[in-house]
C-alpha cells in the first residue's frame, strides 16, 4: 500500500504541473456554485491517504491499538476515564468524536483528513513557487508515515504548522496561541516557539550568519541548561532520564536524510532567502532537526521534536529547484531528492521496521 501511494503522489504530481495551472469551474443545476481547480487536486491527493489509515489493520502502528484504541478512545471517550490536562485538548477531540461516530476507524479517519488537509492544501496553494512533489514526499515520509504511530504528535505538529504559516504573515501574537493550542495536543509542540528566535533577527543582516551558529550548537546549549536545572530540586526528579551522551542512544536513523540534503541547502543557501524572506526562518528550523536528533543522545525521545520542524525542510526542499542554474541541473536535484526520500523510507520503515508501520496490513473488519 505504502508503495502505491508513493507512485500515485509521483504520477498526480508530475500531472498536475503538466496541465494548466488556470482555475476551473463546474457548475451545477439547479444550485450554481464554483469550485477552484485547487479544490479537484487537494481531494485527488487526500482520498488515497486518508482510505489507507482507516482501512489499516490495528496491528500497524506499535501504538494504533495499546495506545490509541484502548486507552485515549477505550478509556477516555468510552469509560469515561478523568482527562489530563498536559494533553487534555487531544482528549477532549478524541471524546466529541466517539460522540459523532463510535467507531475508531472514524477518530483515524478524520485525524488523517486533518493532519493531510493542512500540508495538501499548503502545497497545493503554493505548487508555483514550490516543487509539490518534493514537498510531498517529504510530508509523506517524515509526517504522514509517522501518524501511523504517533497520530497524537502529528496532529499537534499540524496544528503548529497553522501557527507557523500565520507566523509568516506576521502576526506573531496569533502564532502564539496557534502554538500555545498545540502544546496542549501534546506538550511537545512547546519547541516550536523555538521559531521566534530567528523571526525577530530576521531584519537583521548580521545575525543570519549567528543564529543557525546557535542552532548548530544547541544540543551543547541545552545539555549545559538541563544540567544546570537538574540541580534544582523541583527538577532534580528529572535527573535519571539524563544521561552521558552516547552516539549508540542517537537515533541515527532519522539522521541520515538531513545529512544527505544538507549540502545542497548550503549550496544553494543565499539563493534560498533571496526567493522568499521567511526562508531564512524555516532554513534555521531545517537545522533545528540537527539538534533534536543529536539531543536523542542524551534524552531518547529527543529526536521526536524533529517532527516539528519538517514542515520547514518540506518547504525548503521543494524550493531547491528555482535555485538551480538551467534544467538539467534541476532535474538532477530533484532527482536525488526522490531518491534519498524513498531510500530514506526503504532503510527507516522497511529496514528499521521503525514503529512497526511496515509492511503494511488491512484490517479484517
Known sequence: MYYFLIIYIISLSVLMTRLSSKKKYIKIKPISFQLSSNIYWIILFLLPLIYAAVKRSLNVGSDTAGVYRNIYFGGYAVNHWRP???????????????KINPKFEFLLGLSVLIICSIFITYFVLRRKNINIMISLLVFFVWLYCPS????????????????????????????VIIFTIASFIHITSIIVFI?????????????????PLI????????????????????????????????????N???????????????????EIIRLDTFNYIHLCGFIFIFTAVFLSGYLWY????????????????????RCCKNRKQRFLVNLYLVVALLGSFLFVYVYHDTDGIYPYLFNNL
Open 84 to 98: 489530563t490536562i498536559y494533553e487534555g485538548l487531544f482528549i477532549q477531540y478524541v471524546k466529541l468524536v466517539y
Open 252 to 270: 541515527t536513523k532519522f539522521f541520515i536524510f538531513p545529512v544527505m540534503v544538507f549540502p545542497l541547502i548550503l549550496l544553494y543557501w543565499n
Open 195 to 211: 521559531y521566534y528566535i530567528p523571526y525577530f533577527f530576521a531584519k537583521k543582516q548580521k545575525w543570519r550568519k549567528i543564529v
Open 302 to 321: 529527543a529526536f521526536r521534536m524533529m517532527y516539528y520542524f519538517i514542515p520547514s525542510e518540506a518547504i525548503i526542499l521543494g524550493q531547491l529547484g
Open 215 to 250: 542552532f548548530l550548537l544547541g544540543p551543547f546549549i541545552t545539555k549545559i541548561l538541563i544540567t544546570s536545572l537538574i540541580q534544582i530540586s523541583f527538577f532534580s526528579k528529572f535527573a535519571e532520564s539524563l544521561q552521558p551522551f552516547n552516539m549508540s542512544n542517537m
Open 148 to 175: 501511523y504511530n504517533v497520530l497524537r504528535q502529528i496532529l499537534a505538529v499540524s496544528c503548529s504548522f497553522i501557527g507557523l504559516v500565520i507566523l509568516e504573515k506576521n502576526r506573531p501574537i496569533c502564532g
